[in-house]
């Protein structure tokens, strides 16, 4: 049974920049993100987040913006009667070769240390192959979104559900019980 639902960050809930999300400003969240999120509250399910977030090894924004950016992004899920749980973040840059930055299932790993579940109690859903790779790597189950990068990701042999966006990943794991 699903208790713990990771969402990446930039491009499942919000929309993506390759510039990066630099400021609470740049932070938009993708139409339907939110009220998705706040379907799994009200469903019981632990919402995390789990983000690479190189720009703060790159120096493009500091972990005090960042914690501007999440605030926001909090608040808003808030507003409308849902919780993000927790976020975990790597802030390693892709030279680093730390195992928290997806590929590499560190923060999956942390989550589930965290909230002492094990991987076949949580579900991630993303928009990149790396989300994926992170997934499997750690037997999670996983949803590929179809924003951000996810339109592009499909087109490869994902082998997971892939589903237009957040709203419709929440309605499919609401069908599978």
């Known amino acids: 049974m699903i208790k713990v639902v990771v969402l990446d960050r930039d491009g499942v809930i919000n929309i993506d920049s390759i510039a990066y999300i630099k400021s609470p400003d740049e932070w938009v969240a993708i139409p339907g993100s939110l009220d998705a999120i ?9 919402v995390v987040v789990a983000t690479n977030q190189s720009g703060l090894a790159r120096g493009y924004f500091t972990a ?3 914690s501007q950016i999440h605030a926001k992004m ?5 507003e409308v009667g849902g919780k993000i749980d927790a976020i975990f973040v ?10 928290c930055r997806k590929p590499k299932p560190g923060l999956f790993m942390e989550i589930a240390k965290h909230y002492d579940v094990n991987n076949k109690e ?16 750690f037997d999670v189950k996983s949803i590929l979104v179809k924003t951000g990068n996810g339109e592009e990701t499909s087109k490869q042999d994902v082998n997971v559900p892939v589903v237009d966006d957040l709203a419709a990943a929440v309605d499919l794991i609401y069908s599978r019980g």
């Open 74 to 78: 909090c608040k808003q899920v808030e």
């Open 38 to 46: 706040a379907r799994l509250t009200k469903g019981g399910f632990k």
């Open 64 to 66: 005090e913006i960042l």
């Open 90 to 99: 790597c802030p390693h840059g892709p030279q680093d070769n730390c195992g």
């Open 122 to 137: 949580m579900l991630v859903v993303g928009d990149s192959m790396r989300d994926l790779i992170a997934a499997k790597s």
